[in-house]
């Protein structure tokens, strides 16, 4: 009968932590639109991806991270003009603001996916997962496709 019980316990104290869980990361605080990938030739070193990501909530919101298979790793990359040369600096999150979106677009802010085991083909998914730092983590669909080539990014 005890034994009854505290299974019985542990299935209610679940139940609370999952329900906790889902109030304290609403997922609605961040909603990522158009999500995709340039396409890049089958010998490309990166591959750069791209998206909007909203802020829905009244407090900032950092991007620490983000993830996929069948990749070295994936890095948060903004590109910078600096004595009249772009450059790609590596940076430790993005910053989402508080009612604010962040445009990751060539020539800006990217999300660099470096050393594909195998490049995408256009008209591939790649999901991605992105990890903010209120705890909320989401995998995204990417579609992978052309971009309007800005020539100055392609030259770095
Ligand atoms: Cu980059």
């Given at each position: 009968m005890n034994k009854m019980?505290?299974?019985?316990?542990?299935?209610?104290?679940?139940?609370?932590?999952?329900?906790?869980?889902?109030t304290s990361h609403d997922a609605a605080d961040i909603t990522i639109h158009n999500p995709w990938i340039r396409s890049a030739p089958p010998n490309a070193p990166t591959l750069g991806a791209f998206m909007e990501i909203h802020n829905n909530s009244n407090h900032n919101i950092k991007l620490l991270s983000a993830n996929t298979s069948g990749y070295k790793r994936l890095e948060l990359h903004k590109t910078e003009h600096k004595n009249g040369m772009m450059k790609m600096i590596k940076q430790d999150f993005m910053p989402i603001l508080a009612h604010s979106k962040l445009?990751?677009?060539?020539?800006?802010?990217?999300?660099?996916?470096?050393?594909?085991?195998?490049?995408?083909?256009?008209?591939?998914?790649?999901?991605?997962?992105?990890?903010?730092?209120n705890g909320l983590s989401t995998t995204l669909r990417a579609k992978v496709r052309?971009?309007?080539?800005?020539?100055?990014?392609?030259?770095?």
């Open positions: 019980i505290s299974s019985l316990t542990l299935v209610l104290s679940l139940l609370v932590i999952t329900q906790a869980g889902a445009t990751l677009k060539p020539g800006s802010w990217h999300i660099m996916m470096v050393s594909p085991e195998l490049v995408p083909s256009e008209g591939d998914f790649v999901m991605i997962k992105l990890a903010f730092d052309k971009g309007n080539m800005t020539m100055k990014h392609q030259q770095l």
